[in-house]
T-cell receptor
Framework: ETGVTQTPRHLVMGMTNKKSLKCEQH?????MYWYKQSAKKPLELMFV???????ENNSVPSRFSPECPNSSHLFLHLHTLQPEDSALYLC??????????????FGSGTRLTVV | GNSVTQMEGPVTLSEEAFLTINCTYT??????LFWYVQYPGEGLQLLLK?????DKGSNKGFEATYRKETTSFHLEKGSVQVSDSAVYFC????????????FGQGTTLQVKP
């Protein structure tokens, strides 16, 4: 257990469904991140939150909608996804702006399959 | 911007062989450097890090030295085990205090008994 917990571990959803991924950390970190990991592709940074404020959105389609209600929780809301969105979605946290020098702590990921 | 390049995989070794996974970087300023490991079905775990030139990070028998003159941070292990089979990612801080880590594409290591 790394201190960053992601649920669910596996998710299968149809293209018309709406679902949410959850990430929780109690490490006292104040920056959180969503990454997408697809087969044979580099890690893609999707969103960055620092002190609950979104500071980066890397041209992610609007069918992915992040939410950070407090510094311990991060959600990724999904709707009308495409099969190419199937991937491992990783959440990470760090000590915040400038805290990257300490590294990130990752969760175990949610394996998403869109059918 | 800052970037990192890793050697292509997969790397296949026999147990007890010597491991080197090459990593080179391009950066402005003085980034921190990291190696992460991802075991099958898991997220990434921090393996080791170095925050300034000539620092050596080490953990679980793995080592990497921050070489500013060659802009490299190669990962080494003297004797690999089957349990080291995983994907290894080199990363560096994004510079300008952005709070971001920039990852390489990952190198798959397979160790055979």
């Amino acid at each position: 257990e790394t201190g960053v917990t992601q649920t669910p571990r596996h998710l299968v959803m149809g293209m018309t469904n709406k679902k949410s991924l959850k990430c929780e950390q109690h490490l006292g970190h104040n920056a959180m991140y969503w990454y997408k990991q697809s087969a044979k592709k580099p890690l893609e940074l999707m969103f960055v939150y620092s002190l609950e404020e979104r500071v980066e959105n890397n041209s992610v389609p609007s069918r992915f909608s992040p939410e950070c209600p407090n510094s311990s929780h991060l959600f990724l809301h999904l709707h009308t996804l495409q099969p190419e969105d199937s991937a491992l979605y990783l959440c990470a946290s760090s000590r915040g702006s400038g805290g990257a020098s300490y590294g990130y702590t990752f969760g175990s990921g949610t394996r998403l399959t869109v059918v | 911007g800052n970037s990192v390049t890793q050697m292509e995989g997969p790397v296949t070794l026999s147990e007890e062989a010597f491991l080197t996974i090459n990593c080179t970087y391009t950066a402005t300023g003085y980034p921190s450097l990291f190696w992460y490991v991802q075991y099958p079905g898991e997220g990434l775990q921090l393996l080791l890090k170095a925050t300034k030139a000539d620092d050596k990070g080490s953990n679980k028998g793995f080592e990497a030295t921050y070489r500013k003159e060659t802009t490299s941070f190669h990962l080494e292990k003297g004797s690999v085990q089957v349990s080291d089979s995983a994907v290894y990612f080199c990363a560096l801080t994004g510079g300008s205090n952005t709070g971001k880590l920039i990852f390489g594409q990952g190198t798959t290591l397979q160790v055979k008994p």
